[in-house]
């Protein structure tokens, strides 16, 4: 069984800062790719910003230069740095990983989400 448990979310001003952490734990073999998505209400959810094991990364146009993807592989965690964050960034933020359980089998799992609310 893996569980990914995300912490970090609350209430903060435009112009502040947050900071996501998920955490992976169970039976893990490997991590691979891991990501933030994001789903406010009546929209879809959508890519926040992912980086693979390696350390390469990728981020929404409407995040890049405000939001920083890292991960830490011995902790088997990841960290979303949110800056000047925007009414708009208000969701649910939602922690997404690549893990092997064994060197053939691998699923997608998600956490159970973290809401962010940008007050203006």
């Known amino acids: 069984q893996v569980q990914l448990v995300e912490s970090g979310g609350g209430l903060v001003q435009a112009g502040g800062s947050l900071r996501l952490s998920c955490a992976a734990s169970?039976?893990?073999?490997?991590?691979?790719?891991m990501g933030w998505y994001r789903q406010a209400p009546g929209k879809q959810r959508e890519l926040v910003a992912r980086?693979?094991?390696?350390?390469?990364?990728n981020y929404a146009d409407s995040v890049k230069g405000r939001f920083t993807i890292s991960r830490d592989n011995a902790k088997n965690t990841v960290y979303l740095q949110m800056n000047g964050l925007k009414p708009e960034d208000t969701a649910v933020y939602y922690c997404?990983?690549?893990?092997?359980?064994?060197?053939?089998?691998?699923?997608?799992?998600w956490g159970q989400g973290t809401q962010v609310t940008v007050s203006s």
């Open positions: 169970g039976n893990i073999f490997r991590l691979d790719v």
């Open positions: 980086i693979s094991r390696g350390g390469s990364t």
């Open positions: 997404n990983a690549d893990i092997f359980s064994s060197s053939l089998t691998v699923r997608v799992y």
